[in-house]
């Protein structure tokens, strides 16, 4: 069974960096492409980083420049550098498989940017 163990979000002033990490069990972790998701109140889930498993990344529109995702294959996690944090980059951060469909989502890390 997959597990996903997200952390690293707390409460950061705008401008602010945060790093967030996933752990992932239950899988051969490094043949899959991973992602990290965003779910902030009254909106739907989105997308905001991918990493396939041979390191090419893609992100939203709205993080480039500021976010950079990357992954440890020994260690079976992914990481998500936040830099330069909006307001509006407040939510609940998720990682999952970049493709659907997703595995069982974990509890995710809250990130909440004060202005």
């Known amino acids: 069974q997959v597990q996903l163990v997200e952390s690293g979000g707390g409460l950061v002033q705008a401008g602010g960096s945060l790093r967030l990490s996933c752990r992932v069990s239950?899988?051969?972790?490094?043949?899959?492409?991973m992602a990290w998701f965003r779910q902030a109140p009254g909106k739907d889930r989105e997308l905001v980083a991918a990493?396939?498993?041979?390191?090419?990344?893609t992100y939203a529109d709205s993080v480039v420049g500021r976010f950079t995702i990357s992954r440890d294959n020994a260690e079976s996690t992914v990481y998500l550098q936040m830099n330069s944090l909006k307001f509006e980059d407040t939510a609940v951060y998720y990682c999952?498989?970049?493709?659907?469909?997703?595995?069982?989502w974990g509890q995710g890390t809250q990130v909440t940017v004060s202005s």
């Open positions: 999952n498989r970049q493709r659907s469909p997703q595995w069982t």
């Open positions: 239950g899988l051969s972790f490094s043949s899959y492409d």
């Open positions: 990493i396939s498993w041979s390191w090419s990344s």
